[in-house]
């Protein structure tokens, strides 16, 4: 029988244990999307115990809990540290099977050197243990960055947000690049009508236009893109519960945006007509200066009223959606390369249902200007564990260039969440390794490095080309 969770942890043949040891684990971390607070980066926020770092803004963490039995008190609500982290120590041996239970311990021991396996008996120790070394002086969130040698991080931020916490940063010479990342779903968020126009009037306000036309709209969004871009912003990022290209014309949209700013309730085709056309125009914008735009498409998002209403968004009571999407994702695209607009584009789905549509999808715009232009993003969100990883990464193999694939990131809210790197390319690893002794894959020490390094780090490295 095997230990649980030696060093050999999912490697479970010889090249698959070489090809991670040697190749994989010495490559520094290229997180190219994550939800980190950039505020937090630039004050070199310290913590004072283990739950303000671990289960402050972790819905993963409260939906196993609440799923465990355990009242909102103790997730989201006014319980002190302690009893949340005694909570969350109860939840934990009724995790098993679930990533969570090999997150936990991961982050335990590669941060904090605790073997122990979380449960009531062990909860205290633990407690003690890792809040000793967080208030130790050396364990602040920039730390916790170097140590897990962290090249790169992209943040997702607002249009309307002002950056200063970026520029503060890269005044301090701190020798990871932070960088934000442009997520501007608010301003094609047309189906809540009042909050639309809140953002609006935010977005005139920084940009220093009014916004009292459609027209005005794109100059205001431009001018931040353009800012984003001073700023060493190269990426993009959208939110979507579907892909929408439907067809529209300019005299559309400018009604559409006049009835909305009026404080006017849309129906669902002007709804879909407006999200199309800011789509493109989006694309356009990022195009226009070389940034690479991903799409997250697929959640079902704030699906408990009372509890949306008492937490508001991501607080964990979002799941996978159905809405079809390939007619229009490739309508989306293509709308772009028809143009010759199509900039460099990650592609990321929730439902394992579109897993081979998506992977066959990129396929249609590759168009030879540099490899993997247009990529099938890694298991993301409920599908980052094992299984949905295996999924991912076997689909892009059958039917694209597994090679060129820029790999994993977080997607964390949580600074302990870089573990997640090493359980991918374990993962990715025991993949390869299996292929090798089953006379699979040519047993050539030199080509598997070379790729495991590449998946590791070098080729998002290479593709997002930041400065
Ligand atoms: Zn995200």
Redesign the pocket.
Known sequence: MKKFMDEHFLLHTETAQELYHEHAAPMPIFDY???LSPKEIAEDKSYENLSQIWLHGDHYKWRAMRSNGVDERYCTGDASDWEKFEKWAETVPYTLRNPLYHWTHLELKRFFDVDLLLSPKTAREVWEQCNEKLTSGSFSCRDIISKAKVDTICT?DDPIDSLEYHQAIREDDFETAVLPAWRPDKAMMVEQTEAFNDYLDQLAEVANIEIDSFDALLVALDKRHEFFHENGCRLS?H?LDTAYADDYSMKDIHAIFDKVRSLKNLNETEIRKFKSCMLYEFGMMDHARGWTQQY?IGAQRNNSTRLFKKLGPDTGFDSIGDLPVAASLAKMLDRLDQNNKLTKTVLYNLNPRDNELYATMIGNFQDGSCPGKIQYGSG??FLDQKDGMEKQLNALSNLGLLSRFVGMLT?SRSFLSYTRHEYFRRTLCNLLGTDVERGELPNDPELLGKLVRDISFWNAKNYFDFE
């Open positions: 999307h994550c939800h997702t990022d939110g997250h993301w969100w997607d």
